[in-house]
């Protein structure tokens, strides 16, 4: 089979909501997989087979792809040399289709676990941009009531049992200190895949063991038991209906073993994806500026 004739690609973030959103993940697959196998074409039948083997698909499923990216204007066809090209991400932004620089690094690897490895890239950007909140925030950059991306829920931390609860200045309990803690639940990630809460939860499972995004458990402590009873659950769901994911832990210690009844929250998540700033917008000014100036234009004798 033939080599990549590109080591890794960059993925503008601006696209991947809409193709999740649009269930065009296959699309955007063989986009990506074609900008690994070429500079940007596809030449001539026996290319495009090659290209076949190469990105895993039948001919017809490439074809069916490549005249559905066509009609959207990603990919171009010359029908006099039978040649498929495919749009540079600079032309995605003179469209309007990006506006930010920021993008995903993608290995050939990671076409294996597509979907998932674009769900992880759109919670690692959402994980980041609040970090990065966050700590303008704190360093006096931001007002304390200034617009904001939606606060991810933060943890009070207890000996590594975390109790719910907001960080200090924001509402928190006196004498209580605060660390906030980063992660998205499943409906909330639902929501922004425009997926199902089972899907959703089928691309978080396999994009932590693809080791794109790594979790830690975190729960909201109820209240320490002297004993492990075999209703203090059941009981606990009679009282408060509204408390589902409520579990009895046991914390062992050379002192022996204690338990305690906790209200499991959403995981920690740690981004473990590589976003970078591309240069395509960049070039595309640098393009428009030469256009603009008389020393672009070609001489005349």
């Known amino acids: 089979m033939r080599k990549a004739a590109n080591n890794k690609v960059n993925i503008p973030l601006d696209l991947i909501p ?39 698909f ?16 990603w990919v171009g066809f010359d029908a006099a040399t039978n040649c498929w090209y495919f749009r540079s991400w600079s032309w995605f932004r003179s469209k309007g289709l990006i506006s930010r ?30 970090q990065i909140y966050n700590r303008s925030q704190e ?3 931001l007002p304390s009531k200034a617009p904001s991306p939606k606060r991810l829920s933060p943890a009070i931390s207890i000996r590594g049992i975390a109790s719910q609860g907001v960080p200090s200045g924001l509402g928190a309990a006196p004498g209580r200190t605060a660390l906030p ?42 209240q320490p038991l002297s004993a492990r009873s075999p209703n203090i659950r059941s ?17 062992r210690s050379r002192s022996g073993s204690s338990f305690l009844l906790v209200e499991q929250l959403h ?15 960049k070039r595309l000014r640098r393009a428009f500026l030469l256009s603009l100036s008389p020393v672009g234009f070609k001489k005349t004798d």
């Open 18 to 56: 809409p193709v999740l959103s649009a269930g065009k993940v296959s699309a955007l697959q063989i986009f990506v997989a074609a900008k690994f196998f070429s500079s940007g074409y596809l030449r001539g039948a026996d290319q495009l087979n090659e290209f076949c083997l190469f990105a895993g």
């Open 58 to 73: 039948s001919r017809r499923t490439v074809l069916f792809y490549l005249r559905q990216l066509h009609a959207n204007g």
């Open 101 to 130: 620089n920021l993008a995903v690094c993608t290995a050939l690897p990671d076409l294996q676990h597509f979907q998932a490895f674009l769900a992880a890239a759109l919670v690692s950007d959402r994980i980041r941009r609040q």
């Open 139 to 141: 360093a006096g950059f």
């Open 181 to 222: 803690y980063f992660g998205l639940s499943v409906s909330a990630m639902a929501e922004m895949f425009h997926l199902s809460h089972t899907r959703t939860s089928e691309l978080k499972a396999e994009a932590v063991a693809a080791g794109y995004l790594k979790t830690r458990k975190q729960y909201s402590l109820i």
């Open 235 to 251: 009981l606990h769901l009679r009282a408060f209906p509204e408390k589902k994911n409520v579990r009895v832990i046991t914390r």
């Open 267 to 281: 995981d920690e998540i740690f981004p473990a994806l590589s976003l970078v700033r591309t240069p395509y917008a």
